[in-house]
Nanobody, 122 residues
Framework: EVQVVESGGGLVQAGGSLRLSCAAS????????IGWFRQAPGKEREGVSC????????YYADSVKGRFSISSDNAKNTVYLQMNSLKPEDTGVYYC???????????????WGQGTQVTVSS
C-alpha cells in the first residue's frame, strides 16, 4: 500500500530555511517518481518539485528554482525538500506524492498524505 508521511513544516521568517521530509512506504523510488506539491489558501494545489530515478532527473517550478532542492535517502525511503530563501508566497500546505511521471498532478491510487504546513512571515 502506497503511503507517505510529510513532516518538517513550521513558521519561519522571510529569508529563512526549512527542510521537509517525506517518509514513503509501500513502494520504492525506482517504482515511481516523487513529487512535492503545495496548496496556498484559496488556490489550487500546484507542483513544486519532482524527482524521477527512472530518468535521473529533478524538476522545479520556476517560482522555486535556485531556492529549493529535492533529494532522497534511499536507505530510509525518504525524500527531502530543502527550502532556502523562503518568501511569504511560499506559504501553504506541502504534500508529497508518488506519481507515475513528473509533471502529473495525480498521485498513485489518488493518495495524498496529510501534508505539512509551511508559513513564511514577512
Amino acid at each position: 500500500e502506497v503511503q507517505v508521511v510529510e513532516s518538517g513544516g513550521g513558521l519561519v521568517q522571510a529569508g529563512g530555511s526549512l527542510r521537509l521530509s517525506c517518509a514513503a512506504s509501500g513502494f520504492t523510488f525506482d517504482d515511481y517518481a516523487i513529487g512535492w506539491f503545495r496548496q496556498a489558501p484559496g488556490k489550487e494545489r500546484e507542483g513544486v518539485s519532482c524527482m524521477s530515478n527512472s530518468v535521473g532527473r529533478r524538476y522545479y517550478a520556476d517560482s522555486v528554482k535556485g531556492r529549493f532542492s529535492i533529494s532522497s535517502d534511499n536507505a530510509k525511503n525518504t525524500v527531502y525538500l530543502q527550502m532556502n530563501s523562503l518568501k511569504p508566497e511560499d506559504t501553504g500546505v506541502y504534500y508529497c506524492a508518488a506519481v507515475v511521471v513528473c509533471g502529473s498532478n495525480y498521485p498513485i491510487n489518488n493518495y495524498w498524505g496529510q501534508g505539512t504546513q509551511v508559513t513564511v512571515s514577512s
